[in-house]
T-cell receptor, first 113, second 119 residues
Framework: AQSVTQPDIHITVSEGASLELRCNYSYGATPYLFWYVQSPGQGLQLLLK??????LVQGIKGFEAEFKRSQSSFNLRKPSVHWSDAAEYFC???????????FGKGTTLSVSS | GAVVSQHPSWVICKSGTSVKIECRSL??????MFWYRQFPKQSLMLMATSNEGSKATYEQGVEKDKFLINHASLTLSTLTVTSAHPEDSSFYIC???????????????FGPGTRLLVL
């Protein structure tokens, strides 16, 4: 069965510092991979997605993620974090288009000044 | 981009009553919609897959008689929490993918969620 692991429950980063959120998945083939962000009490916003092609994908708000098949990872990065980036980040996987997503447990990002 | 709406966004009800949550795809047709539940400070868990014109498919551990799903049209799926109890208090989110040319697009579009509080 597919699974998604986000090893870090909570991360605190200084404003202006770089960020990397880890995500590992368990799936035989190349899955469809997503990163979503959720602000408190709000719905989900798609940051970026990967299905095929270039393994480094660019998303909104200056985020990027790199798919590494050998490590079964899809880590999210941002070179310079802003205070408004403080939120909950979810990595998700689907085995094909149109199917339900399996979510990781999420990583809470706090930004210190 | 495609938009999915949910109504209501917030609902408070008494224990034992039923609550209906609507999920609409505003600018596309959705033959399949998904319902997720998110407890406070936890991840989203798939509850069921809603299929237009047929019965929903429920995940293991989700009571189909308690969480009634109806997908009567290509743009509307409803989730009814019957005889709600405090432990049903949660954030319910729906999603849908666009079906074009017989193929689903990769991106799923999520509704803004419905927060249910059962007293």
């Amino acid at each position: 069965a597919q699974s998604v692991t986000q090893p870090d429950i909570h991360i605190t980063v200084s404003e202006g510092a770089s960020l990397e959120l880890r995500c590992n998945y368990s799936y035989g083939a190349t899955p469809y991979l997503f990163w979503y962000v959720q602000s408190p009490g709000q719905g989900l916003q798609l940051l970026l997605k990967y299905f095929s092609g270039d393994t480094l994908v660019q998303g909104i708000k200056g985020f990027e993620a790199e798919f590494k098949r050998s490590q079964s990872s899809f880590n999210l990065r941002k070179p310079s974090v802003h205070w408004s980036d403080a939120a909950e980040y979810f990595c998700a996987v689907a085995n094909q288009a149109g199917t339900a997503l399996i979510f990781g447990k999420g990583t809470t990002l706090s930004v210190s000044s | 981009g495609a938009v999915v709406s949910q109504h209501p966004s917030w609902v408070i009800c008494k224990s034992g009553t039923s609550v209906k949550i609507e999920c609409r795809s505003l600018d596309f047709q959705a033959t399949t919609m998904f319902w997720y539940r998110q407890f406070p400070k936890q991840s989203l868990m798939l509850m069921a897959t809603s299929n237009e014109g047929s019965k929903a498919t429920y995940e293991q551990g989700v009571e189909k008689d308690k969480f009634l799903i109806n997908h009567a049209s290509l743009t509307l799926s409803t989730l009814t929490v019957t005889s709600a109890h405090p432990e049903d208090s949660s954030f319910y989110i729906c999603s849908a993918s666009i079906l074009a040319g017989g193929l689903f697009q990769e991106t799923q579009y999520f509704g803004p969620g419905t927060r249910l509080l059962v007293l």
